[in-house]
């Protein structure tokens, strides 16, 4: 067994590893984002970054998390119905501006963190840069 | 009795638009706050209402340092979008502009390094250094900044004649060696101002999630040009460079050893590198697939990401994202400059090589 089915083993998710133009994806299913992070810790992966993606009329959004793994780039879909996700900065310190600034661009909320601005200023919104309706 | 200090978002320390507020009791650091978004200009917003070419042209102007790095990046993105390989030569041209550009980064680094350790002979010695670097992208390019290189299946313009350039990286090497490395390793004066000055730990490189010579002086030994190689990296030899102290000396060692392995990699491009078209020819019937693509390069401050997605028969992509590396290291200041002394938080917050045009795209 390889390192990535190792780590889906651990998360107790089936589905396997889909190659897809150098990025290893996991449907992640019902695993959490946080019990997700510890995983990650726990191989000494990289976090990289969030992308957010809002999907069409009233779907949500869609975020990708993405680890480096030995040179491997890892990702983990997300689907949001609403627009709230736990954070895991607190167990990722290095998720920390990216949440931020998804929450500035989209309005996403991160349950269990607080923010400060990091982009916005004095005035701004959260969403108002990056969300189809502030277009 | 703790007091704050702040720095920034306009101070002779700190060149470019961020604030650091610092908590200082007597001399000492105890804390720090980082705050940056001074000159955000909105470019992946901006990205999305830009066909492919125009894209290109817009990408490039996230950095002003790197903007070869960041239309490379893009280019493999959409390039896996509309299924475009780019023929063995483009991608040694890529290779070299690459290298080039880290070079003449790096160089640059090095000066302005040398300026905040009170080095100043220093400064001017690297400073003309990166004028030859500028020279020789100016050669290939015609331009000093913004080169316009890279393309979507391939680059605009050949090296004509690749044997002509060596001499050149020879000179330059040389000076390296001779000036610029021996004295930034063994001069009194960057040991002192730089040994054991703003630690950045393994276990705190890597849960802060930094790159690039910031993580590689902190002992984490990943590159993407070997742990993922793109273009021609693949078929290049060269070392790795890693320092354990993970120190402001450190920081200098690593930049200062990949100038050599940058001359070692142009070296090898240039000898190297096959016959043939630059490009694809297919400009006129490019069609995106749905979907997204991701592509990473490893910038001279790290390791720069795009993510790009493109709907069905649409001009201009759904949304790109873009990571750059010092949204990825500059965090990890906060604790590089805990237990520092204030005088050397400017050059503390100057060797992770920040670029505010990147982190404020």
């Known amino acids: ?135 | 009795m703790s007091y704050k200090i702040p720095m920034g978002p306009y101070h002779p320390g700190l060149e470019e638009p961020y604030k650091l507020d610092l908590i200082c009791e007597g001399e000492t650091v105890k804390d720090a706050k980082l705050k940056i978004g001074f000159n955000l200009r909105g470019i992946e917003h901006l990205a999305e209402t830009r066909n492919y070419i125009q894209l290109t042209a817009l990408m490039e102007r996230v950095c002003g340092i790197c903007s070869n790095i960041h239309t490379l990046t893009l280019c493999q993105a959409m390039e896996k979008l509309t299924g475009l390989t780019p023929p063995p030569r483009a991608l040694y041209i890529r290779v070299v502009m690459a290298e080039l550009e880290r070079l003449h980064s790096h160089v640059l680094w090095a000066g302005i390094a040398a300026k905040l350790m009170g080095f100043k002979t220093m400064f001017m010695t690297c400073f003309e250094l990166r004028e030859k670097v500028m020279d020789v992208l100016a050669a290939i390019s015609g331009n000093r900044v913004n080169y316009s290189m890279n393309r979507i299946g391939g680059v605009n313009r050949d090296i004509e004649d690749p044997l002509a350039l060596l001499s050149l990286i020879d000179a330059l090497e040389k000076e390296m060696a001779r000036t610029v490395i021996p004295i930034f390793t063994t001069s009194t004066t960057a040991r002192k101002r730089c040994a054991g000055i703003g630690v950045l730990t393994r276990e705190k490189a890597l849960s802060c999630g930094t790159v690039g010579p910031t993580a590689r002086a902190s002992g984490l030994a990943q590159d993407l040009r070997r742990a993922a190689p793109y273009a021609a990296y693949a078929e290049m030899d060269f070392d790795v460079p890693v320092q354990p102290d993970g120190d402001v000396r450190a920081r200098l060692l690593v930049r200062a050893l990949e100038i050599m392995e940058s001359c070692k990699i142009l070296r090898q491009a240039l000898t190297k590198m096959p016959p043939g078209e630059i490009d694809t020819g297919d400009d006129k019937k490019i069609v995106f697939t749905a979907g997204t693509a991701t592509s990473r390069v490893e910038a001279p401050r790290g390791e720069v990401m795009y993510s790009v997605s493109w709907k069905e028969n649409s001009k201009n992509p759904s949304r790109v994202h873009v990571r750059t590396p010092t949204f990825a290291n500059m965090p990890a200041i906060r604790w590089m400059v805990i237990g520092a002394r204030l005088a050397d938080t400017p050059l503390i917050q100057a060797s992770i090589d920040p670029c505010y045009s990147c982190t404020d795209r």
């Not at chain 1, 067994?1 to 190659?19: C, D, F, H």
């Not at chain 1, 191989?43 to 998390?65: H, N, S």
């Not at chain 1, 480096?68 to 167990?91: C, K, M, R, V």
Request: charged share 25%; proline share 4%.
């Open chain 1, 1 to 135: 067994m390889n390192q990535l089915e190792s780590i889906a083993e651990k998360l107790g998710i089936a589905t396997p590893w889909v190659e897809k133009d150098d990025v290893h994806w996991l449907e992640p299913g019902t695993v959490s984002v946080r019990t997700l992070a510890q995983a990650m810790n726990a191989v000494e992966a990289r976090f990289i970054t969030i992308t957010a993606y809002q999907l069409p009329g009233d779907e949500g959004f869609r975020l990708e998390y993405h680890w480096d793994l030995n040179g491997q780039l890892l990702g983990f879909p997300f689907l949001l119905a609403g627009n709230s996700i736990e954070s895991i900065y607190d167990l990722c310190e290095a998720a920390d501006w990216i949440e931020r600034e998804v929450h500035e661009g989209f309005a996403v909320d991160f349950i269990g963190r607080e923010y400060e601005p990091l982009q916005l200023r004095a005035g701004d919104t959260p969403g108002f840069n990056l969300r189809e309706e502030a277009k």
